[in-house]
């Protein structure tokens, strides 16, 4: 059984740093494409970043810069480092996992001085 959870979470200042992990189970993690999603209050769930089994990453705009995803294969484990925080971070982010269309159950990040 797939299982994906995220950790990380909290609170953060403007301008401030966080960083997300999620803890994979029951995939094969390696050869698998990992993503973070993030859905703010009254908005749709969007795509932010992705990272390949061969170690690419790709973005989405809003966070080009800013955030960074990195895995770590022997601890079946993504991050997303999130610096310069603005408000409108603010959201529930969720991991997803290519295989199985698999999700994690998501964690708030609030951004607010």
């Known amino acids: 059984q797939v299982q994906l959870v995220e950790s990380g979470g909290g609170l953060v200042q403007p301008g401030g740093s966080l960083r997300l992990s999620c803890s994979a189970s029951?995939?094969?993690?390696?050869?698998?494409?990992m993503g973070w999603y993030r859905q703010a209050p009254g908005k749709e769930r969007e795509l932010i970043a992705t990272i390949s089994s061969q170690f690419f990453t790709n973005y989405v705009d809003s966070v080009k810069g800013r955030f960074t995803i990195s895995r770590d294969n022997a601890q079946n484990t993504v991050y997303l480092q999130m610096n310069s925080v603005k408000p409108e971070d603010t959201a529930v982010y969720y991991c997803?996992?290519?295989?199985?269309?698999?999700w994690g159950k998501g964690i708030l990040v609030t951004v607010s001085s």
């Open positions: 029951g995939i094969f993690f390696s050869i698998n494409r």
């Open positions: 997803h996992a290519a295989q199985g269309n698999s």
